[in-house]
């Protein structure tokens, strides 16, 4: 019934040498939160190595990066034609992803059989590239047509979903096969990926 932020704070207050490791690991984790205050870049180097440690290929991890330039460009142009963080922001996502995908953002999550996962940590090297492609050309579209406020961005993110909406569906005719897939590309857990962390600060992985 905890919330994360709740449960951590319990771990805190447990004065049981058990739970030690717990408290460094959130020690360890708070201290490398202030190191990327102070130096972003070390944002990036520590999301390359996790995603490394999680199993995923150089050729996906730089993919995937890609797709964060992308998403950042897209949302400041949103931001810069009269779209609002949030709520707006969603929709508009919800309407480029159903364009080139053929589905909103949660039909796509629940097709993969996510919950609270990151949906593009699960997309495969090609989905990647046609959901950057979705959202690139919507920037390119906004920036030229110049749109103001949701609706008339609305427009403007279905077309730009519609070009890579009309890529997958050339790719699919030649090979054959769906781009859009049921499969999880994630490799490791939550609950894996804190025990790693515990056991890597306390030095003891038996």
Known sequence: VATTEQLLRIIQSVPSKKAE?????????????????????????????????????PEWINQRLQTIRARKELTDAWGAHGVEAGKEYAILTDEVTKAWSGMTTRQYKNYKGLKKENLRDNMSTLELALNMLAEATTTELTNAQNPQGLEENRVVAQQGGRVAGNARKEIEAQTGRRVVNPGNAQTMLLGNTVVGMIESVSGDGE
Do not use: C, H
Not at 26 to 52: C, K, Q, S, W
């Open 21 to 57: 490791p717990f408290k460094m690991w959130l020690a360890m984790v708070g201290r490398e939160r202030i190191e990327e205050i102070i130096d972003p870049e070390l944002t990036i180097e520590r999301a390359l190595n996790t995603y490394a440690q999680k199993g995923y290929s």
